[in-house]
C-alpha cells in the first residue's frame, strides 16, 4: 500500500508585507502587521474624463486638471462638478490655487499658463516650454513654473511678466516647493536630482536618488522636508518624437502609458529592483535619507497631514501613511492610480486616474471588509486541513473565511468555486478541492469592536510518491565481506561494490534496514 511522502506543512499569512500582498478592500494593514477596517471614503461627483493628472483644494471645493481634452473642473464638496476651463491645450499637468483663490494651470504641450478667476479663464503667461509640469506660488503674488523638455525654471510676476530664472542640465524640472526663507526645492527628470534653488537663481545639487524622476516634494514638522523618487521618466507620459522637436500646440497629443513602460533610472536604487523611494531631509539643506522603498507600487504625490506623511500610488491605487519609521497601507481604492493628495476634513481627499475620480475621507470606519489572500503555491498537488486565524475578535461571526483552489498559477473558470463561509478560529478545508493552489478570503466586521487580525495559518499535505533523496551507511557498522556475495553478486557499480562491503550488518536509511547480505543479489 501507498503512503504519503511528506509531512503536514503551513502557508502563513502573519506579517505586513504579506498582507499587502493580497487584495484589501475596505481594510487596511498597520506597521505591526494588524489587518483592520479602514476609515472610510466617498467618492464624490462624476469626473467624464479618461485621466486626471493634478487636483489642489480650492475655497469651493478642489480643483482638478484633466486630460486629454485639456479641461479644468470644480469639484464642490455635494459632488457638483463644473468647467472652469476647455478647449485650451490637450492636457493640464499642473495646477495651483494662490492666497486670492486664484486658480492657474499650466497647458501642455504649449506651455501656456491659464489664470481663472471670477468666472474668466484667460492666457497669463507663454512660457515657450513644452511642458509645464508644476506651479508654485511664492507668497509675493507671483509664481514659479517648473517646465520641459529644456529643464527651465520660470518666474511670473504678480502683473503677467516672466522670464527664465534658472536652467537646469536635466531634460525636466518636475516638482518644486517654496521654502519660508524665499528659496526653492526642484526635482528632476530624467536624473532624478534634488536641488535647491536660491533666490538669485543659483542652485546647487542635494542628491542624486539613483532614479529616474523626483515626482513629489513636501514639507513636514519640525523643518523637515520630504520627497519621492521613481522610477519611469516623468511619470507615466511619453513624448512624442514631435514633441521633442519643438512641436507644440493644441493639435500635439500626449501618450498615457501603463505602469512600468517608460525607461529605468541607472542608479543603485534601480539596480536593486526598486520602483520608488520616499527620501527625508532637512529643508534648509543636509543629509538625505531613504525612509522606505517600494518595489511594487509607483508614488505619484506625498501630503504632510494630521502628523503624518501620506504616500499616494499606483499600479493598485494604494494609499499609505509614514509614521515613526513604518508604512501603513490606508487604502487601497478600485482605479489604478492615486495621483493626487489634498486637505481635508477628516483626513486626505484622493484625486485617481484610469479613470478619473475623486475622493473624500469620512470620520467613520468602514462597517465590512473583505481581504484576499495572494494565490499561495503548494509546489505540487496537495490536500488542503485546517485554517487558524489569529486576532482580538470576540464575537462569533466576526470574521467569515472562505477558501478556493486550482491548478493554475493564476485563478480561472477551472478553479474551484469559492468554500461556504465558514466562522470560528479553526476553519477545516476539507470541503476545498485538492489542487496545487489555495485562496484564502477572509470578510471581517459586522461586530463592535471590529476585529483586528494579527495573521494565520493553513495546513496542506502534499500527495506525491515517496522519493529516496540520498542512502547514507551508519558509521557504526564494520562488517566483513562475505565471500559467497562476492562470487554469487555481479557487481557492476563501484558505488554498490562499496556498500556490498558492509553487508554483515546492512545499510541504514533513516530508520529502514534494508539487509543485502545475501548469497545471489540482482
Known sequence: AGAPASEVRFFTLSSRDTFLDGELDGVSVDS???LRLAQRVARI???????????????????????????????APDGTVSTL???????????????????????????????????????????????IWAIEPDGEGGLWLATGTEGRLHRVGAGGSGAVVFDADDVHLRSL?????????????????????????????????????????????????YAAAIRSEAGFVEMTPQQQTGQSGPGASVTVLEEGAAGDGQGAAAAQGVRSQVLR?????????????????????????????????????KVFSLEDGSVVLERDVNERQVVALMTDDHGPALATTNAAALYRSLAEREETGVYTSPVLDAGEIAEFGTLHWRGDATEPGAVRITARSGMSGEPDRTWSDWSAAR????????DVASGRYLQIRLAVGGHRPPPGLVGGSAGYLKSVRPEIETIAVSPEKSPVMHDSLRQGAMLEMETFETLADTCAGGIDLDTVTFPICQRHVD
Open 281 to 317: 531631509f532637512p529643508c534648509e539643506g543636509g543629509v538625505v535619507e531613504t525612509v522606505w522603498s517600494f518595489q511594487e507600487e509607483t508614488v505619484y504625490d506625498l501630503l504632510w497631514a494630521r502628523g503624518r506623511l501620506w504616500i499616494a500610488t499606483g499600479q493598485e491605487g
Open 32 to 34: 505591526l502587521g494588524v
Open 423 to 430: 466562522s470560528g478560529r479553526e476553519v477545516a478545508l476539507g
Open 45 to 75: 461627483g462624476e469626473i467624464e474624463e479618461p485621466f486626471l493628472f493634478a487636483a489642489t483644494p480650492h475655497p469651493d471645493g478642489w480643483v482638478a486638471a484633466t486630460g486629454n481634452s485639456g479641461r479644468l473642473l470644480l469639484v
Open 85 to 131: 476651463l476647455e478647449g485650451g491645450e490637450p492636457t493640464i499637468f499642473a495646477v495651483a490655487v494662490d492666497d486670492a483663490g486664484v486658480v492657474w494651470a499650466g497647458g501642455s504641450p504649449g506651455g501656456r499658463l491659464y489664470r481663472v478667476a471670477e468666472g474668466e479663464a484667460r492666457v497669463a503667461y507663454e512660457a515657450g516650454e513644452t511642458y
Open 177 to 225: 516647493l517654496a521654502l519660508p526663507d524665499g528659496r526653492l526645492l526642484a526635482g528632476t527628470a530624467s536624473e532624478g536630482l534634488l536641488l535647491i534653488v536660491e533666490e538669485d537663481g543659483s542652485a546647487r545639487t542635494l542628491y542624486d536618488s539613483g532614479l529616474s524622476e523626483i515626482v513629489a516634494l513636501e514639507a513636514g514638522a519640525g523643518g523637515t522636508c
